[in-house]
């Protein structure tokens, strides 16, 4: 297909509460959409690097700057025949991986739709509906955070993740543990511990939680391998892994026993599907990471997360977890079985309301061939 358009957006979006993790609280979220369009189709991407760093070095400058610079110019009146083709172009960049992962979202929505096939579908997806848990973040007190897990645990969600940092850890997880015995729990740190935490850590593991989320540097692979030999608890990495290689590299090294894809971190659906492929031929257990998304980045989340390795619940709430009107309609509702139904129309399978897409935008650049 010869790329004729391609929009970048800004949206900005407010979330229904402020939502605070290790390394700080975001109050509204922003995002770039990235739309392209050929052959009378068009496709949908959304790029998950924040305003600020934080979770990683990416921003929404950053990315902007990436995609219209570089990106874009590359698939710009050119015939595009694959997806591969453009994560190729993406992989001459070193980094970036938001950027390139909503410029190749958007076209694998645009490649499915013209396969006339949904997107889980095309990706090798085999389930209807998707397990879900809630990631909620840090709150002022215990008491407010068990009331939190009450209401989702109440709304169905299958497993609670909770953000830990130090101070905020094994006597919070201890609370949560009194009032709720048996619920499926976990904690992510997002790197907020250092290698002298380790006893901290090890504390943990009386606790019963399914895993223990990036506690360590958000590159190392090492010392999660130190702590892993020192835990029962599974240690699962989210910002250590940035492709098939450091998967393979973690797993053969014993840093995690799990693995969150996100395709966001990863640089795009091709290599997060590669990281599945790499732990499903290997038993190890994946699921699908959450960045806060719209509609549109969520619905790709869903698709990947219909494929046979992604055995335990991903961070894909409903819609209305975080937004009080989603970019889509209708929006993404959880099931009463505590799942989300993966769409099933052509390409991501949700519709953009353009006029709610208007009135979220703060920024927009059109490339026209
Ligand atoms: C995680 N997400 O698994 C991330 C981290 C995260 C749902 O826990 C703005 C944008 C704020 C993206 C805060 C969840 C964010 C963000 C946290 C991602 O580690
Ligand atoms: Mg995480």
Redesign the pocket.
């Known amino acids: 297909m010869i790329i004729e358009r391609v929009e970048l957006r800004v949206i900005r979006m407010q979330l229904k509460e402020p939502?605070e993790?290790s390394?700080?609280r975001?109050h509204d979220?922003e995002a770039i959409l990235v739309t392209v369009y050929a052959d009378g189709l068009e496709g949908w991407g959304e790029v998950?690097a924040?305003r600020d760093f934080?979770?990683s070095y990416e921003t929404i400058e950053t990315a902007w700057h990436v995609l219209r610079t570089f990106l874009i110019p590359a698939v710009l009146g050119q015939e595009i025949p694959d997806v591969e083709t453009v994560a190729r172009i993406g992989e001459r960049l070193r980094g970036h991986p938001m950027a390139r992962a909503g410029l190749e979202a958007a076209f694998w929505d645009l490649f499915a739709r013209r396969a006339g096939l949904s997107l889980a579908r095309y990706l090798g997806g085999v389930r209807e509906r998707v397990p879900v848990g809630v990631?909620i973040?840090l709150q002022p007190t215990d008491e407010i955070l068990l009331e939190k897990i009450r209401g989702y645990l109440e709304e169905g969600y299958q497993r609670i993740?909770v953000?830990i940092k130090p101070g905020r850890d094994v006597e919070m997880i201890a609370a949560i543990r009194r009032m709720f015995p048996e619920i499926p729990l976990m904690a992510?740190a997002?790197s907020a511990y250092r290698l002298e935490d380790a006893d901290r850590l090890a504390a943990l593991d009386e606790f019963r939680l399914m895993m223990i989320?990036?506690p360590f540097h958000w590159d190392d692979l090492y010392e999660h391998s130190l702590l892993q030999a020192r835990l029962r608890t599974p240690i699962c990495l989210?910002?250590s892994i940035h492709t098939a290689r450091h998967a393979r590299a973690a797993l053969e090294m014993g840093a995690c026993r799990i693995i969150?894809i996100?395709p966001g971190r990863v640089g795009g659906l091709l290599e997060a599907k590669r990281i599945h492929d790499l732990c499903h031929a290997r038993g190890v257990p994946v699921w699908c990471?959450?960045?806060?998304e719209t509609g549109i980045g969520r619905a790709a989340n869903v698709a990947l997360a219909s494929l046979p390795g992604f055995t335990l619940p991903g961070?894909l709430s409903a819609s209305d977890r975080y937004y009080h009107e989603d970019l889509i309609d209708p929006p993404f509702v959880l099931n009463p079985d505590g799942t989300l139904s993966v769409p099933t129309g052509p390409g991501l399978g949700v519709h953009v309301d353009r006029r709610k897409v208007d009135r979220a935008t703060v920024r927009m650049e059109a490339f026209q061939r």
């Open positions: 939502f993790t390394f700080g975001e979220r998950v924040s934080g979770y990631s973040g993740k953000k992510d997002n989320e990036q989210d910002e969150n996100k990471g959450g960045m806060l961070d």
